[in-house]
Structure formats: C-alpha cells, structure tokens
C-alpha cells in the first residue's frame, strides 16, 4: 500500500493541497462529541444529533472503510474586510465546497487504480474531520478547537477520504498550546472552554447558522463590525503569525468587487444583485435576507 499513498501525496501536491496524513478508521473518537450534544452546545444544529451514528462509525458510511486520509487546503491569511465589516477569511473567496470536490475526485479515481473504494468529503458529511486530522498527525485541536499546525497554523480547510485500502497510518502530534490560553481570552462572547465551542455563545453559529431573528443582547452587542463568520479566536493565535510558505488558491481570494463595497450597500442588494455577487461565494447559501440581519445586528431583536 505504499506505493498508493505515495501516488496519493503526489496527486493531492498538484492538485493544491498542502499537508497529507492518514488516520485509522476505527481510531477511537471517545465520547466528547457525545457529551458536547447532551450539554446542548449544538444550539438548533439539530443535524449534527441526527449523524452521531455515522459520526461515531465511518463503516456505516463506506462498508468496508479501513484508513482516512485527510487533507488540508489553505485559505487566506488576512481579512480584506476588516476596517468594515468582516467577513471570515474562510468564505472571502469562491464557495470551497465547489472548489475541492472535484480534487478530491481526482484523488479517488487515483486511489481506484490500487484497488480502493472511496468516499469523499470536505465538510459536506457526518465524518469528524477535526479528529480524523489531528489522528492523521496533520496538528492538534487548540483551544480553541480547531486543528492548528506548527507549520501554518490553523487557517486551513480540512477534507477526506474514507477509503478501503488500509494504509500505514501517520502519528498524532503532540499539543503544542503549552500554557497558551490567548484564544479563550480573545473570544468576544466567552463560547470556548475545555477544548471546546458552545454553538450557543459562537459568532460564527449567529452569522451562518442560526435562522432566528432574534439574538440575546450581549450577542447583538459583539456580533457589531461581523458580517459573516468569526475569526477572533483564530487571529490571536500565535500559529498564525509564524512565517509560513503555505501558497493560497486566487480563487480563494475576496474579489475586489467585494471588498470594496460598504456594509450599508450590501444590506440594501437587490435580489438580482446578490445573486449576481454571491452565486459562487460560500456566503450564498445564508441568503441575501441573513446577511442583511447580520450587518444589521439582529434588528428584528
Ligand atoms: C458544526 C460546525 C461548526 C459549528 C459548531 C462549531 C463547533 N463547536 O464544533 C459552528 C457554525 C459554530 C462552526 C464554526 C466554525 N467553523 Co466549523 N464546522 C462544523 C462541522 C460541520 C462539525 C463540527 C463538529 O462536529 N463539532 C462538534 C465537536 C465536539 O466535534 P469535532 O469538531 O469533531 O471535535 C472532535 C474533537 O474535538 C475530538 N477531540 C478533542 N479532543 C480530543 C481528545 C481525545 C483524546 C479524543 C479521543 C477526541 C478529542 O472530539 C470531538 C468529536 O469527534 C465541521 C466539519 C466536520 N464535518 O467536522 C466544521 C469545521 C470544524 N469548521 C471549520 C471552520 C473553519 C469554522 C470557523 C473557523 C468558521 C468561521 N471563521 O467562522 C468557526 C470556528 C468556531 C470554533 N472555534 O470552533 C473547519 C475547521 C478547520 C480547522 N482548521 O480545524 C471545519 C473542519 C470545516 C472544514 N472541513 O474545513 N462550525
Ligand atoms: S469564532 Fe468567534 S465567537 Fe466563536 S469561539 Fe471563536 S472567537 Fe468566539
Ligand atoms: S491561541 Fe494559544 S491556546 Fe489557543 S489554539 Fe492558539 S496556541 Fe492554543
């Protein structure tokens, strides 16, 4: 099987992705997804308590499934926005989930030459693609949650591949957060604590999750200047502002037309407008009428 992880590294370098790692399929994932449900931390995220099953058993989604291979694909550093009205780095360019489906693709059809059967995802289904990375040895989970690399930080989209061949699994990285709290610190609402997001206090679950219309005060407060997503935890991190010699996708950059435009005129697009602007942003699937809502505060409050 070494022969198709190499030809796997190779294809997912020219095909953009920076880092390669494999985990083992049936690696234990503990009971913190779990307990994170029962303490309600999903907010209304009532699909995320729908999957535990596939979550907890990538056989249930490829029979057979013996080695996940995860990928990270870099984005953005820096928001183009930042001086009026963020938006996350990570929706700044082209929808992402339109950009690496087909470079997964490629990478299946590479692996079906040594005989492997594939599933593919890239935050589009029930697989633990945080602990699948960091069990692959691509980084650890930060305080902030997320997986953060000594070689890029955390700025990064994760994708996989649950395959049947059962490939040499990488080793886990060491923690590298030390006494670092600066993340849980930074985070405007207090959602992060014991390794962990709570949906219900998170910017990011108000400006693209959330439907309601109506927000608690001290969240209508810290979302002001937010219009999509939040990067708070991640810009204080140190991770992030070691060198790095990580290339980012242009498609992945905020088109000027974009970022040259006020909060108060992309409140005010027309239908038309937003989906000649939108149609190929992962801002789209929030609608115009969300984002509106986020520029605005909550005003329906
Ligand atoms: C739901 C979701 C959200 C929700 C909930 C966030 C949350 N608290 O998890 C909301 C909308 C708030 C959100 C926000 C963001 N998200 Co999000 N999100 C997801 C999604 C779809 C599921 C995450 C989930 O299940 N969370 C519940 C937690 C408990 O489960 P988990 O993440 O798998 O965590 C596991 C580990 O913590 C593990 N674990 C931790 N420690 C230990 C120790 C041991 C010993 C063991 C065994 C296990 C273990 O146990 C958990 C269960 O497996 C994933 C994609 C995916 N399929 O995984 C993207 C994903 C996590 N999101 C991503 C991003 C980029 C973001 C934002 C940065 C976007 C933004 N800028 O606004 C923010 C960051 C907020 C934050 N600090 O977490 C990326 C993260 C990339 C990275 N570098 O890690 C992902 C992976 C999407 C992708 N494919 O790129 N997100
Ligand atoms: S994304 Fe923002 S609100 Fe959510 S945990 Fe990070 S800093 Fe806090
Ligand atoms: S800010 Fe500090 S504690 Fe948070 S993820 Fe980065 S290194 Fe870890």
């Not at 953060?148 to 994708?159: A, I, K, P, T």
């Not at 985070?187 to 219900?200: E, G, I």
């Not at 991640?234 to 000027?256: G, I, K, Y």
Request: with cysteine; proline share 7%.
């Amino acid at each position: 099987m070494k022969a198709a992880r190499q030809a796997v590294n190779y294809a997912a370098e020219q095909l953009g992705f920076s880092a390669v790692g494999v985990a083992p399929a049936d690696a234990p994932q503990g009971d913190s997804l779990k307990r994170w449900l029962q303490a309600g931390c999903h907010a209304d995220m009532a699909w995320l308590e729908r999957h535990l099953p596939l979550r907890l058993d990538p056989g249930k989604l490829l029979p057979g499934v013996r080695s996940v291979i995860m990928l990270t694909y870099e984005y953005p550093r820096y928001d183009a926005r930042k001086e009026e009205g963020s938006v996350a780095r990570y929706a700044q360019g082209e929808d992402y989930h339109k950009l690496l489906a087909p470079k997964l693709s490629d990478l299946d059809e590479t692996l079906q030459i040594y005989g492997g059967k594939q599933r593919c995802f890239s935050d589009s289904g029930p697989v633990s693609e945080r602990f699948f990375a960091a069990m692959a040895g691509l980084g650890w989970i930060g305080r902030h949650g997320l997986l953060v690399r000594s070689c890029g930080g955390s700025f990064c989209f994760l994708s996989c591949i649950l395959t049947t061949l059962p490939l040499q699994p990488d080793t886990p990285m060491k923690d590298h957060c030390g006494k670092c709290r600066r993340c849980e610190e930074a985070c405007p609402t207090r959602a992060l604590s014991q390794r962990r997001c709570d949906a219900r206090r998170c910017l990011s679950y108000w400006t693209i999750e959330s439907k309601q219309t109506d927000a608690p005060q001290e969240i209508r407060e810290a979302l002001r200047g937010k219009m999509y997503g939040c990067d708070v935890c991640q810009e204080v991190c140190p991770w992030n502002h070691m060198p790095t010699s990580q290339r980012v996708d242009p498609h992945l950059l905020m088109p000027a037309r974009l970022s040259g435009m006020s909060p108060d005129a992309l409140a005010e697009l027309s239908e038309e407008d937003w989906e000649r602007l939108f149609a190929n942003s992962p801002i789209h699937r929030t609608g115009a009428a969300h984002l509106r809502r986020n520029i605005l505060a909550f005003p329906g409050s």
